[in-house]
């Protein structure tokens, strides 16, 4: 299908008069994650099938660049992919702009099924639009399962690699209880229930925040129940988080080194958790490995559950000054995305009555925070560095679908 003869579905809508939506590409099979080549190509992950396709110019091209062995049950799959670019020593690639990809999978020993290997990720080169010499980085728990995966990666400013995962549904399993998890254990951190960072080639930086032994020095935060969302600040390089609650309790979260969720101790702001569960946060109950991690309350949350996904910056102009640099956020209810201004040092959000609690008590009180609807299930929000506009990726399983937003 190519670009500007898209099919008949009805579009999604802005609340802006100024701004207007287009599809710009259909055809996709539950994609879950985006990123820019260069002013044409966009590379796309599947997360069912495993494939990874390109889209030219607006148009799917059908037939993928690699086809990974997946399992796909619930929230398993290909789950995440991030790309940098890469230094071309080789005569015969230079002048050409090449890119290391970094893929979160959930690897089969076969096509699509068998045996599960594990939540890995790898670092594959991408030359002449083939994906060659995987080399994985992280060998992560897929146990219990087979929800709560997490998955989005990101590249800092640091040029570290930022890995989400959830805590793997371990709450129906208290045998593999660790400590990221806020509760009493004598087992460790597995990689499991936290944000991880580590260099381009899988390796712990610096001396590690928590602790220095593996895979403790790779936890950026820890307590984190099921996230499907990370992103960086442009102008300050403060990384961001969705967190989904369990019947309560969104959040949007910002997260500095050493960040405690406080999963699964609390949910959601500390003072509506006492509430909710009738009894009392004890602060003093968390774990701090040795007073390095420190528990944070949300910057905001919802407290009926709207599923928040992506979470990300408009990092240009194109679609008003006035939209600059805020933060957006994706969801799967009503295929929203909420949009909010940020303080001035960019610590924290410009909540106005009546959100002026970091509540949203309902629906009704998220109005002047809807930016859009009607996207579907929204698995990614970028701004398209070579255009300037915003492009937002809807997980469809049977006609998965670009969108992209722009001024009128």
């Known amino acids: 299908m190519s670009f500007g003869q898209k099919d008949t579905k009805d579009l999604p809508t802005m609340t802006d008069p100024n701004l207007r939506v287009e599809l710009f590409t259909a055809g996709l099979n539950f994609p879950t994650g985006m990123v820019f080549l260069d002013n044409e190509k966009i590379m796309i992950i599947e997360k069912n099938s495993g494939k990874i396709k390109l889209v030219i110019n607006g148009s799917l091209v059908n037939e993928p660049i ?5 399992a796909n049950m619930s929230e398993r799959g290909l789950l995440g992919i991030a790309s940098s670019e890469k230094n071309i020593s080789d005569v015969n690639y230079k002048g050409k702009k090449q890119y290391n990809i970094f893929l979160f999978v959930t690897e089969t020993d076969k096509k699509d099924g068998g045996n599960i290997l594990g939540n890995r990720v790898y670092k594959y080169e991408l030359i002449d639009d083939e994906l060659i010499n995987p080399k ?3 060998d992560l728990p897929f146990l219990p399962g087979p929800s709560h995966n997490g998955g989005v990666i990101q590249i800092g400013k640091d040029n570290n690699l930022y890995i989400v995962v959830g805590d793997l549904n371990r709450k129906n399993n208290p045998s593999g209880n660790t400590l990221a998890e806020n509760l009493n254990s004598t087992r460790n951190p597995d990689g499991r229930g936290g944000i991880l960072f580590v260099d381009q080639n899988g390796e712990p930086v610096g001396e590690g925040i928590l602790g220095n032994t593996s895979p403790i020095n790779k936890y950026f935060g820890y307590g984190i129940r099921n996230s499907f969302g990370i992103g960086f600040d442009p102008i300050t390089g403060n990384l961001w988080e969705t967190e989904n609650g369990s019947h309560f309790g969104d959040e949007i979260n910002l997260i500095v080194p050493g960040f405690n969720g406080g999963w699964r101790q609390v949910l959601g702001l500390s003072e509506l958790y006492d509430k909710f569960k009738e009894k ?3 602060n ?6 040795n007073g390095n991690g420190k528990y944070k309350d949300p910057i905001f949350m919802w407290n009926d559950t709207i599923a928040p996904t992506a979470i990300n910056f408009i990092e240009s102009d194109k679609l008003g000054l006035e939209y600059q640099n805020d933060l957006v956020v994706g969801s799967v209810k009503q295929g929203r995305i909420f949009h909010f201004d940020l303080n001035e040092n960019r610590t924290d959000l410009i909540l106005r009555t009546p959100l002026a609690d970091r509540i949203a008590n309902h629906d009704t009180e998220l109005q002047n925070v809807t930016f859009g609807r009607g996207f579907g299930i929204i698995t990614d929000v970028e701004t398209n560095p070579f255009d300037g ?6 997980a469809d399983k049977n006609d998965g679908s670009i969108y992209r937003i722009m001024k009128n």
């Not at 690699?66 to 997946?70: K, M, P, Q």
């Not at 003093?284 to 490995?289: D, I």
């Not at 506009?389 to 809807?394: F, I, N, Q």
């Open 66 to 70: 690699i086809d990974l062995n997946v």
């Open 136 to 138: 994985l980085l992280l």
């Open 280 to 282: 009392k946060f004890d």
């Open 284 to 289: 003093q109950t968390l774990v701090t490995f």
């Open 389 to 394: 506009y915003l492009y937002v990726l809807s």
